[in-house]
């Protein structure tokens, strides 16, 4: 007598693990990797720039630091003027500009002048002598009455009285002021003379 086998239930098949992938790891390290390099060039980028002595911390030495100094290649800080090199250029003679300085001239003397004496007017009474009325005539025989400013003190000579003591004002050499004297000579034959004695100067 066969007994019967009892059916076998069906089970249906254990389905694969699925297989992970690899490709979403390589595309991140790929990403990963670059921006890590990034990071720490500007890393040291920052911390070069943070630490550098330069006044404007993007710059690298040599450059201007702080307080007008220059900062050398080695690091040293030295004042901004001692930090250019020493130079030389050949030396230009400066041309001396045209000197106008008025020559110096002595003061004038008595010497530097003559008078004359013109006859403005006579009026003669005989044995009893003449009146006359005369102008001096001033004269500049020196360079240097050009740059002074002088008192003329000159005499007369003719008149009955004895001597006569006037004064001229010259100026420059070229400009005069002087008064007419009027004297009475002895007789009709006299002719009244003038002689500088003396002369008072200033600069104008």
Request: glycine content about 6%; hydrophobic content about 40%; aromatic content about 4%.
């Amino acid at each position: 007598m066969t007994v019967p086998v009892p059916p076998v239930p069906h089970l249906p098949p254990v389905p694969e693990p699925p297989k992970r992938r690899k490709w979403p790891w390589v595309v991140g390290a790929a990403l990963v990797v670059p921006a890590l390099a990034a990071g720490i060039v500007l890393a040291i980028a920052v911390g070069k720039a943070s630490s550098s002595p330069c006044l404007d911390k993007s710059q690298e030495v040599p450059c201007v630091g702080p307080g007008g100094s220059w900062v050398s290649a080695d690091g040293a800080v030295r004042p901004r003027d001692a930090a250019a090199p020493a130079t030389t250029s050949p030396s230009i003679p400066a041309l001396a500009a045209p000197t106008t300085t008025e020559p110096a001239l002595p003061e004038p003397t008595a010497k530097d002048y003559s008078v004359d004496l013109a006859v403005v007017s006579k009026q003669c009474f005989g044995s009893a002598g003449c009146n006359v009325v005369v102008e001096p005539k001033l004269n500049a025989l020196g360079a240097s009455t050009l740059l002074w400013e002088c008192d003329l003190t000159y005499s007369i000579s003719g008149d009955s009285s004895g001597e006569l003591i006037e004064t001229a004002y010259a100026q420059g050499g070229t400009s005069y002021r002087v008064d007419r004297t009027v004297m009475s000579t002895k007789n009709t034959k006299v002719v009244p003379k003038a002689t500088v004695t003396s002369v008072s100067c200033r600069k104008p």
